[in-house]
């Protein structure tokens, strides 16, 4: 899934995009996009970051991303990624401190691409 990053057409869809810049949600999201990418934020509590259109959950943007990377709690991952699985949904990215064993082992069950160790902005090259 890294060679996805040398693609800026790659679409991203954030999950847990904040608006509050102490928060990796904004830092992802503000990293990203400064690098060009085509970043999508997801959270149910946002209708706009940094003046891009929020969407309340995944399946509310109508496209799929190419990757869908999530900076929420394990848990709150976990459920949402058991969701996306059965919607189709392939190319799984957590940053660190959203992943769990539990979540790593549904992907694995369902054949599923996954990242659990890296930081995708580390990863992200573009500018």
Same mark, same amino acid.
């Given at each position: #899934? ?18 509050? /810049?102490?928060?990796?949600?904004? @830092?992802?999201?503000? $990293?990203?996009?400064? *690098? ?5 934020? +997801? !959270? ?13 959950? %995944?399946? =509310?943007?109508? +496209? *799929?991303? =190419?990757?869908?990377?999530? %900076? +929420?709690? /394990?848990?709150?991952?976990?459920? #949402? ?9 392939? !190319?799984?990215?957590?940053? /660190?401190? &959203? ?8 992907? @694995?069950?369902?054949?599923? =691409?996954?990242? $659990?160790? @890296?930081?995708? #902005?580390?990863? &992200?090259?573009? !500018?």
């Amino acid at each position: #899934m890294i060679e996805l990053l040398e693609d800026k057409n790659t679409s991203i869809a954030l999950i847990g995009a904040s608006n509050d /810049p102490s928060k990796y949600g904004n @830092k992802i999201f503000i $990293d990203l996009t400064n *690098k060009g990418f085509h970043v999508i934020p +997801v !959270n149910k509590k946002e209708d706009f970051i940094q003046n891009t259109k929020c969407y309340k959950s %995944v399946e =509310d943007i109508g +496209v *799929k991303p =190419d990757i869908l990377n999530f %900076v +929420v709690p /394990p848990q709150i991952g976990y459920e #949402m990624t058991k969701d996306l699985i059965t919607l189709g949904f392939n !190319n799984f990215w957590y940053q /660190p401190g &959203a992943e769990s064993e539990s979540t790593s082992l549904l992907l @694995k069950e369902n054949n599923k =691409d996954y990242i $659990d160790d @890296k930081c995708i #902005m580390v990863e &992200a090259k573009f !500018n």
